[in-house]
């Protein structure tokens, strides 16, 4: 028989140690332990590799009855499976791809109470009977990962998450878990309103990852660049990034043509094809995997050395997951984003067809990626603003800490940007804002009122496009950010309190002129 537990801080560090063979829990495990064991529902913001799976399974084991988790991939969850089994802790996965008999078999083990981790899909969760069925059991807790999955604003919306209000509405009493490597600030907002989360603990763990060293170059000869970059970095493992599955295809071949260990993967192969690939590249037979984004949910893989991304991510929560997967344990490891505008308009045109409701919150975020691989500042500080947390100094890890490009006193300009967003009431969005400094009389300035506020036309010295590249430097640098659930408003941060109070300078980017004929778009 098991050993029969207590629900302490104390067994959790003997369990931690017993199964997993760690001496100490990582900083803020210890607390979320707590936090779970006190039965609050608890939020993790921690990012990929942080640990996040050891807060709920350790409380699971020591806690009376079976942990309940809802994993979205399958892929993921065999492997959690597989790994808490291999370290002599007794858990079950059920999905669609489970017999009958077996179903039956885990739902004995769940009555028997001898279970403690039961992972399922949201789907299967939600299927007749299943709930009923869960009624019957001692529930410990229910832990919700990939729980960003239930925000539309995110970039990984799943509707069945939205129906997952049901386990609190149908079970009242078992404390909910959800935990996500995703923290920015709607999604949070979602997460705990649509759990019907009450009062929860929040924990955010930093999302920094200083040995991650952040690189954006021009999307000119990327295959070369490529090469370049493995032949300085030999038979270090790393992924590649592609936008279709036929790039993907091609550029594997050209690497392996090269003498190259490479292997492609995407969703367009079939599972042992894919299996096959994956273990290749955690076994270290394949150096290189070229993959669309299907690739690396739930890959375990410390060591990998770099990340490259041959197009243009769709968004800066999709790019931040990805680049994370470079450099778990912690050693030095190397982010490489090519960057052109060509993928950025291919890209807003698939946007444009993939999800009519979402196109405007899409091409916004569109525009936030755009703007950082144009970024003049530190590209960490853009990331972390993005997410909400700032850092104090630049982060000297980044091609532009190293080779800093030539800026001017931008004080004056940011200050009348952001008088006019205040005066503005922190409505407007980024045309409006440059429509009003820039003294147009068009309709939406006009039954605003806002060519009677104070800094109406104070730009008029600056084209549009000088305008737009300020403006979202602003953003970068955490002066400002947009709501995006009031209408695209731009709002002050406390940093941009201060630039607009003269108690800050803001450095700004000369905006080029060479750059205006090809990027130029009027946003609407
Ligand atoms: P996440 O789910 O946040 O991506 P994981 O739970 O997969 O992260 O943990 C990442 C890695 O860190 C795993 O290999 C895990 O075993 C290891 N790990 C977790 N907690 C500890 C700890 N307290 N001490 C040492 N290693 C740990
Ligand atoms: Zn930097």
Redesign the pocket.
């Known amino acids: 028989a098991p050993p029969a537990y207590t629900p302490t801080l104390e067994s959790a560090r003997q369990v931690?140690k017993q199964y997993?063979g760690?001496?100490?829990?990582?900083p803020m495990?210890e607390e979320i332990i707590s936090s779970i064991l006190s039965g609050r529902d608890t939020v993790v913001l921690?990012?990929?590799?942080?640990?996040?799976?050891?807060?709920f399974?350790v409380p699971a084991v020591i806690s009376e009855g079976v942990c309940v988790v809802v994993s979205p991939l399958i892929a993921l969850m065999k492997d959690q499976v597989e790994?808490l089994k291999a370290n002599g802790i007794a858990a079950a996965g059920i999905n669609s791809s489970i017999g009958q008999s077996e179903q039956n078999n885990i739902g004995a083990a769940c009555m028997s109470g001898h279970l403690k981790l039961l992972y399922v899909s949201p789907e299967k969760l939600l299927s007749p009977g299943f709930l009923q069925f869960l009624q019957r059991l001692k529930i410990s807790m229910f832990a919700i990962?990939e729980a960003h999955c239930i925000s539309s604003w995110g970039h990984d919306f799943r509707p069945e998450y939205t129906q997952l209000r049901l386990l609190r509405e149908q079970f009242p009493q078992v404390p909910i878990i959800a935990?996500t490597?995703t923290a920015d600030r709607l999604t949070q907002r979602d997460i705990q309103q649509q759990l019907r989360l009450s009062e929860p603990q929040v924990f955010t763990a930093s999302f920094d990852r200083p040995n991650l060293n952040l690189i954006v170059r021009p999307g000119q000869d990327r295959v070369g660049g490529i090469l370049e970059f493995l032949d300085r970095h030999p038979d270090q493992p790393g992924i590649i990034y592609c936008l279709s599955r036929k790039q993907c295809e091609t550029l594997s071949q050209k690497l392996v043509a090269k003498g190259y260990r490479a292997g492609h993967y995407h969703a367009g192969m079939t599972p042992n094809q894919r299996s096959a690939v994956q273990e290749g590249f955690l076994k270290d037979d394949l150096q290189v995997i070229i993959a669309t984004i299907a690739f690396g949910m739930?890959i375990?893989k410390?060591n990998v050395r770099w990340v490259i991304h041959y197009n243009l991510p769709k968004n800066i929560e999709g790019y931040y997951q990805e680049i994370g997967r470079a450099g778990?344990d912690g050693t030095d490891a190397t982010a490489l984003l090519f960057y052109s505008f060509a993928d950025v308009m291919s890209l807003r045109e698939m946007l444009t067809k993939d999800n009519p409701n979402l196109t405007q919150l899409n091409l916004t975020k569109l525009e936030r990626m755009q703007q950082f691989a144009e970024a003049a500042s530190c590209r960490r500080k853009i990331l972390l603003n993005y997410f909400g947390e700032t850092l104090a100094t630049d982060c000297g890890n980044c091609d532009i800490c190293r080779n800093p490009p030539t800026t001017f006193d931008g004080t004056l300009i940011a200050q009348k940007a952001l008088s006019a967003v205040v005066r503005m009431r922190e409505r407007a969005s980024i045309g409006l804002l440059i429509d009003v400094l820039r003294g147009m009389r068009n309709q939406a300035v006009l039954s605003g009122g806002y060519d009677q506020i104070k800094t109406y036309g104070a730009g008029a010295d600056l084209p549009y496009l000088d305008w737009y590249s300020y403006v979202h430097q602003m953003l970068n640098d955490g002066l400002l950010y947009i709501a995006y659930e009031e209408g695209y408003a731009l709002k002050i941060t406390e940093l941009g309190k201060e630039v607009l109070q003269g108690q800050r300078q803001l450095p700004l980017k000369q905006f080029k002129p060479a750059e205006k004929a090809e990027k130029t778009t009027r946003a609407s």
Do not use: I, N
């Open positions: 931690l997993y760690y001496d100490s829990f990582r495990q921690m990012p990929t590799g942080g640990g996040k799976s050891v807060c399974q790994a990962d935990l490597a739930g375990d410390s778990r």
